[in-house]
T-cell receptor, first 116, second 112 residues
Framework: GAVVSQHPSWVICKSGTSVKIECRSLDFQATTMFWYRQFPKQSLMLMATSNEGSKATYEQGVEKDKFLINHASLTLSTLTVTSAHPEDSSFYIC????????????FGPGTRLTVL | SQQGEEDPQALSIQEGENATMNCSYKTSINNLQWYRQNSGRGLVHLILIRSNEREKHSGRLRVTLDTSKKSSSLLITASRAADTASYFCATAITDSWGKLQFGAGTQVVVTP
């Protein structure tokens, strides 16, 4: 099956710093990737849709200046959490849309962000 | 907002028993998907059922979809301890191509 990786797997940072998370589709090209966040014991909440070569589309309530998304190539999307605060601590998961299957998404393993 | 609502929130069964969980949604969908997530890990895609399908099987998994009731069920037969995980339904909403809305999830614990 299609493989999606995320880097790093986990990160601990100080409040006020910025953190970049990478999402890569390893064996297929993905013009569309999605970013989700998940708080403990809760479901996934869609944050934004990342489209290669264009601006990301953010869901209502998600600050685009806080969560910067760049989809510079067909295999890489990055999420940068700017000026992170403890309330940004969460599990961030990306997915990549695989065009060979009808609306099937393949998910990365997730990145756990802890802001001290 | 969450499209899907799942019940039960948590389920504890013994190995060999069947586990059934349900998902309801509110709007028109292209398809409905079920995912599994082990604690602190990413999601694993289990099965996709299109809006024009009523039932689908994959190994020990059986999924039904009733679009008139806007509901779906996931049945895991002959459960194993390794099936312990959280299970989420996700709906691909019509005219929101590519986006998935996740349900709250059902936490399943299978004891040996």
């Amino acid at each position: 099956g299609a493989v999606v990786s995320q880097h790093p797997s986990w990160v601990i940072c100080k409040s006020g710093t910025s953190v970049k998370i990478e999402c890569r589709s390893l064996d297929f090209q993905a013009t569309t990737m999605f970013w989700y966040r998940q708080f403990p014991k809760q479901s996934l909440m869609l944050m934004a849709t990342s489209n290669e070569g264009s601006k990301a589309t953010y869901e209502q309530g998600v600050e685009k200046d806080k969560f910067l998304i760049n989809h510079a190539s067909l295999t890489l999307s990055t999420l940068t959490v700017t000026s992170a605060h403890p309330e940004d601590s969460s599990f961030y998961i990306c997915s990549a849309h695989y065009y060979s299957s009808y609306n099937e998404q393949f998910f990365g393993p997730g990145t756990r962000l802890t802001v001290l | 907002s969450q499209q899907g609502e799942e019940d039960p929130q948590a389920l504890s069964i013994q190995e060999g028993e069947n586990a059934t969980m349900n998902c309801s949604y509110k709007t028109s969908i292209n398809n409905l998907q079920w995912y599994r997530q082990n604690s602190g890990r990413g999601l694993v895609h289990l099965i996709l059922i299109r809006s024009n399908e009523r039932e689908k099987h994959s190994g020990r998994l059986r999924v039904t979809l009733d679009t008139s009731k806007k509901s779906s069920s996931l049945l895991i037969t002959a459960s194993r301890a390794a099936d312990t995980a959280s299970y989420f339904c996700a709906t691909a909403i019509t005219d929101s191509w590519g986006k998935l809305q996740f349900g709250a999830g059902t936490q399943v614990v299978v004891t040996p």
